[in-house]
C-alpha cells in the first residue's frame, strides 16, 4: 500500500486546502450564471461548485464561494439577493474559452455577454438574459440562498427552481432526448485543467488578474470573421494590450512567408488560427496585425 498524505482543514492555508478540494472532486459541471441587478445590467460568470439536486421540482444548486484572498463576494450573489432570478446556461466545447473570458473579475455594471461575446437572448419567465451559444438553457427562480460560512473560502448554495428549459435541437437524439457526444459538455478540473466529455482533459490558462481587452475590443475585422471561431476571439481578448509596432517588425524578419498573405483575409485568419490551436495567443495577434 502507498504512503498518503494527511490534510487536516485548519491547519493548512485555505488556499491549500481549496486547491486540493478542486483537484481531488471531479470533473465538475460548470453553471454559467446570468443574473441582473437592480438596475438592470445583466452579470455573466461561470461556477462549478454546481449540479442538479432534483426533479420534482427541478431544482439546481451552485454556490459562488466568498473570495479567499480577500473574503468579497462575487456579483452573481449579490444580484439574486436583490433579483432572486438567474439563467443556468450549460457550456460546451465551443464557447469554452468565451466562458473562461467571462469569468474575468469586471468592474461592477460591465457586461459580460459582451466582453466575451456571447448572445444575449431574452428570457421568457424572468428578467435575466440566456446565453444563445448554450446548448441548455435553464431559467430559474431562486428560491433560497443558504451562506456555508462567513470566512474567504465559504460557499453560498444558490437553490434554483427550474421554470423553463431551452434545448437546442442540434443536440437532440431521434427519440427526442439529449444525445450525450452532440452535447460536448465540458467540467470543471484542478487547476487550469478541464476535461471535454467526449475526448479528455485540455488546458486553458486562467484569464488575466489584469483584466482581457475582451472580446469587444476586438478590431470589427476579426470579429466577424467567417474563419476565426468563438473560442479563438475569446482567446485573443484575453490579452491586456496588443502588441508592440517593434515586435510584429521582429515577429516579420523572422517569418517572412508572412508577407505572401498579407493582403489575403482569410489566409492571414486561417494562419492565425493555426497558432491559436497551439496556444500561442502572441503570435496569433502579430498574424492578425497585418491587416489591421
Request: glycine share 8%.
Amino acid at each position: 500500500m502507498s504512503e498518503t498524505v494527511t490534510i487536516v482543514p485548519g491547519e493548512v492555508p485555505v488556499a491549500r486546502l481549496h486547491g486540493y478540494l478542486l483537484g481531488a472532486v471531479g470533473p465538475r459541471p460548470i453553471a454559467f450564471a446570468s443574473t441582473i441587478d437592480e438596475k438592470g445590467r445583466p452579470n455573466l460568470s461561470p461556477f462549478s461548485f454546481f449540479n442538479v439536486f432534483s426533479a420534482n421540482p427541478p431544482v439546481l444548486i451552485f454556490s459562488p464561494a466568498r473570495r479567499v484572498r480577500d473574503n468579497t463576494t462575487k456579483h452573481t450573489l449579490e444580484n439574486v439577493l436583490r433579483i432572486p432570478e438567474v439563467v443556468v446556461n450549460i457550456v460546451d466545447y465551443d464557447m469554452v474559452q468565451q466562458m473562461s473570458l467571462a469569468s474575468t473579475e469586471y468592474e461592477e455594471g460591465e457586461n459580460e455577454f459582451v466582453k466575451a461575446g456571447l448572445t444575449m437572448v431574452p428570457s421568457e419567465r424572468i428578467k435575466p438574459y440566456r446565453v444563445g451559444e448554450s446548448p441548455v438553457q435553464f431559467e430559474c427562480k431562486v428560491t433560497k440562498v443558504e451562506p456555508l460560512g462567513k470566512e474567504g473560502g465559504a460557499g453560498n448554495l444558490i437553490f434554483s427552481e427550474v421554470v423553463r428549459i431551452h434545448i437546442k435541437k442540434s443536440i437532440l437524439n431521434a427519440d427526442g432526448g439529449i444525445d450525450q457526444h452532440k452535447i460536448d459538455q465540458v467540467a470543471r478540473m484542478g487547476g487550469n485543467w478541464y476535461s471535454r466529455a467526449r475526448s479528455g482533459m485540455f488546458e486553458v490558462p486562467k484569464p488575466l488578474s489584469t483584466k482581457g481587452i475582451g472580446v469587444d475590443s476586438l478590431p470589427e475585422q476579426v470579429r466577424t470573421s467567417t474563419v476565426l471561431t468563438g473560442n479563438d476571439l475569446g482567446m485573443l481578448g484575453n490579452v491586456e494590450s496588443l502588441p508592440a509596432p517593434e515586435s510584429l517588425e521582429a515577429f516579420m524578419q523572422e517569418h517572412p512567408d508572412l508577407k505572401e498573405i498579407s493582403g489575403d483575409v482569410q489566409k492571414v485568419h486561417q494562419k492565425a488560427r493555426e497558432y491559436l490551436m497551439k496556444n500561442d495567443v502572441s503570435s496569433a495577434w502579430k498574424v492578425l496585425m497585418l491587416k489591421q
